[in-house]
């Protein structure tokens, strides 16, 4: 069998994405959300979680309390932070957000993702993974992704030491932040086709609306929509279960 776990992040960012991200989920074939728990958009997201009875809710974890700070965060500002902050002030703003997002919810995370990939630097993969064994969730497989002159993380040995610590993530990662409509679509597919049986895949999507907040704040605008009009492409959805793929979310894989 052929698992394949669709993920919305940014969810909570603000109310343009807070819109594509439930249009994602119930028009669409997105399967789990990916809270932000300290953004404009939280609450909101909060209430329309519970109102639409959507239990799959992960945490997308920042770093950031943008609803105290009134920064959002990019590549530079994670570069810096990464250097100049103590592995124990990091793991402190992290358990924060987890804190915050049971409070919110009332429950753990489904799952556990991070802005810009930090949940595979080393200063936080032993508190993520001694958190993800306690409630046994899947955790964001460690991607190639890194910043200039600080990777994030070297993914081998991120990867290594969270299957070392008994965490479940999936065999396989894709998403793609930039990229025309057809251009993404036909990626997705060319990677999907590289999967092996018996495994696990998640794949991420940015879906939102253009709003006042996303438009002054975020870079990621019109790929949001892009991937509102994805998740909703019943061909792409077609063509993705004709390769053997079991659309789930990450509760049914156990």
Do not use: W
């Not at 080393?122 to 993520?128: A, E, N, Q, S, T």
């Not at 019943?234 to 053997?244: N, T």
């Amino acid at each position: 069998m052929k698992y394949l776990v669709t993920v919305a992040d940014d969810f909570g960012l603000c109310h343009g994405v807070n819109q594509g991200c439930l249009e994602a989920h119930q028009r669409g074939f997105v399967t789990e959300l990916s809270l932000m728990v300290n953004f404009p958009g939280t609450q909101e997201a909060v209430a329309l979680a519970k109102e639409s009875e959507i239990e799959s809710i992960g945490i997308h974890l920042t770093l950031n309390n943008f609803n105290q700070t009134n920064q959002y965060f990019r590549t530079a500002d994670y570069r810096r932070i990464l250097i100049e902050e103590s592995a124990e002030k990091l793991q402190i703003l992290a358990k924060k957000e987890l804190e915050t997002f049971e409070q919110l919810m009332g429950r753990p995370p489904s799952h556990i993702t991070s802005h810009q990939h930090t949940q595979q630097h080393p200063k936080l993969v032993k508190m993520i993974a001694a958190y993800a064994v306690k409630h046994h969730l899947y955790v964001r497989r460690a991607a190639d992704f890194s910043y200039e002159e600080n990777p994030v993380g070297d993914i081998k040995k991120a990867n290594k030491e969270y299957l070392r610590l008994g965490v479940k993530f999936p065999d396989y990662f894709f998403g793609h932040v930039q990229g025309k409509y057809e251009e993404v679509k036909t990626s997705f597919l060319e990677e999907l086709r590289t999967v092996e049986d018996n495994s696990i895949t998640e794949l991420m999507f940015h879906p939102g609306f253009i709003d006042e907040f996303l438009a002054t704040h975020s870079t990621m605008t019109k790929a949001r929509e892009r991937d509102v009009r994805l998740t909703k492409d019943r061909g792409f959805h077609k063509k993705i279960k004709e390769m053997g793929f079991k659309i789930v979310r990450f509760s049914e894989i156990g």
